[in-house]
């Protein structure tokens, strides 16, 4: 078992920043990749950018030049460092992690970010 416990969400103007961590505990080693998703009222869940253990990162497009993933392995610790946020923006934002030896996702329980116009 794996549990990830999120921090840093909360209210912000647009054009403003926020940064979100994720912090890893329990069977560490049977997760590799790491990352954040997002789900707005009435919309699907979506990946916003995930980084591996190697520090490989991708992101989802509306997020590109704008948000950046990185990855503290020795705090088991990944950050979303959020700039020049958009009301588009305004969801709940949840950490995840793949486990490398099953078919399950771990979730963390998730942070509010809302971006005021």
């Known amino acids: 078992q794996v549990q990830l416990v999120e921090s840093g969400g909360g209210l912000v103007q647009a054009g403003g920043s926020l940064r979100l961590s994720c912090s890893a505990s329990?069977?560490?080693?049977?997760?590799?990749?790491m990352g954040w998703y997002r789900q707005a009222p009435g919309k699907q869940r979506e990946l916003v950018a995930s980084?591996?253990?190697?520090?490989?990162?991708n992101y989802a497009d509306s997020v590109k030049g704008r948000f950046t993933i990185s990855r503290d392995n020795a705090k088991n610790t990944v950050y979303l460092q959020m700039n020049s946020l958009k009301p588009e923006d305004t969801a709940v934002y949840y950490c995840?992690?793949?486990?490398?030896?099953?078919?399950?996702?771990?979730w963390g329980q998730g942070t509010q970010v809302t971006v005021s116009s």
């Open positions: 329990g069977n560490i080693f049977s997760i590799n990749a």
């Open positions: 995840n992690a793949p486990s490398l030896v099953s078919t399950i996702h771990y």
């Open positions: 980084i591996t253990r190697g520090g490989n990162s």
